[in-house]
């Protein structure tokens, strides 16, 4: 397993939870990361992502709530999800993007973490 996730489960709206990817193998090359979300019936979406300089981006659905970081050190990818709403409920995959060189790039996914938010 190239990155596992970890760090689920159910909340209250408005509560917290963080959510952690630890990269192996040929995944700690990464130059990005990244967590998308999916629920059943819809493609996955693009919840934030951070280079490995520490850079962050964010979907404008979780921005001013969500906060990613990343420890290099640890090859472990964070998300701070605060003020969670029910429409937050989702499985969370991590991703990882490495450059291999000639313009290619590898691409590697976590098992996914389901985050559930109860009203």
């Known amino acids: 397993v190239q990155l596992q996730a970890s760090g689920g489960g159910l909340v209250q709206v408005g509560g917290s939870l963080r959510l952690s990817c630890a990269a192996a193998?040929?995944?700690?090359?990464?130059?990005?990361m990244g967590w998308y979300r999916q629920v059943p019936g819809k493609s996955r979406e693009l919840v934030a992502a951070?280079?490995?300089?520490?850079?962050?981006s964010y979907g404008s659905s979780v921005k001013g709530r969500f906060t990613i970081s990343i420890d290099v050190a640890k090859y472990t990818m964070y998300l701070q999800m605060n003020s969670l709403k029910v429409e937050d409920t989702a499985v969370y995959y991590c991703n990882a993007e490495r450059r291999i060189g000639g313009g290619e790039k590898a691409y590697y996914w976590g098992q996914g973490t389901e985050v559930t938010v109860s009203s």
């Open positions: 193998g040929s995944a700690r090359g990464f130059n990005v």
């Open positions: 951070i280079t490995r300089g520490g850079t962050p």
